[in-house]
T-cell receptor
């Protein structure tokens, strides 16, 4: 089976850094995705990791450790528009479907 | 124009009614998916299709059916709607590149369904 855990909610201050953790237990692994979803809108793709290590994309970075079944999304220099839910999703096997975690709602305060 | 569209965007129906949610895409993707989203539960896969002749059940397919009429269209039906099917429904598409690259899913804007 597939099990993906991430915190329900986090609060941070504008300009600060926030780290959203995701742990997973899946049958097979073929990549981990992070999506951003503003309230009432569609999820949009942020990042992808399939090998261990850090992927950096502007203010956002994502890290993966396959041996630990662990990933994090790091948001730097937080802006008010970063207030959203962040979804961790794992693809279990080649060509297989995604399994999503419950999402982490991030609230950025002035 | 949006690449993945869903109709209707909002729908209110009564228990026992049959309803259909439509999804269309202009991305030329082979793969299409239907998810539902409930507060705190994330996105859960209902059905998915890898081409016109391929239909697969997801983790919560009971009470739902789908039709892949063409590469660009994937419809979700609730045969007899019940209140616990009240949720936000998303369609998504993806493709597998023969030259490599990430198979990313692209989501439609969602359909908000209320079953009374």
């Amino acid at each position: 089976g597939q099990n993906i855990d991430q915190p329900t909610e986090m609060t941070a201050t504008e300009g600060a850094i926030v780290q959203i953790n995701c742990t997973y237990q899946t049958s097979g692994f073929n990549g981990l995705f992070w999506y951003q979803q503003h309230a009432g809108e569609a999820p949009t793709f942020l990042s992808y990791n399939v090998l261990d290590g850090l992927e950096e994309k502007g203010r956002f970075s994502s890290f993966l450790s396959r041996s630990k079944g662990y990933s994090y999304l790091l948001l730097k220099e937080l802006q008010m528009k970063d207030s959203a839910s962040y979804l961790c999703a794992v693809r279990g096997a080649a060509g297989n479907k995604l399994t999503f975690g419950g999402g982490t709602r991030v609230l950025v305060k002035p | 124009d949006a690449d993945v569209t869903q109709t209707p965007r909002n729908r209110i129906t009564k228990t026992g009614k049959r309803i259909m949610l439509e999804c269309s895409q202009t991305k030329g993707h082979d793969r299409m998916y239907w998810y539902r989203q409930d507060p705190g539960l994330g996105l859960r896969l209902i059905y998915y299709s890898f081409d016109v002749k391929d239909i697969n059940k997801g983790e919560i397919s009971d009470g739902y059916s789908v039709s892949r009429q063409a590469q660009a269209k994937f419809s979700l039906s609730l045969e007899s709607a019940i209140p616990n099917q009240t949720a936000l429904y998303f369609c998504a598409t993806s493709f597998v590149s023969r030259t490599g690259g990430i198979e990313t899913q692209y989501f439609g804007p969602g359909t908000r369904l209320l079953v009374l």
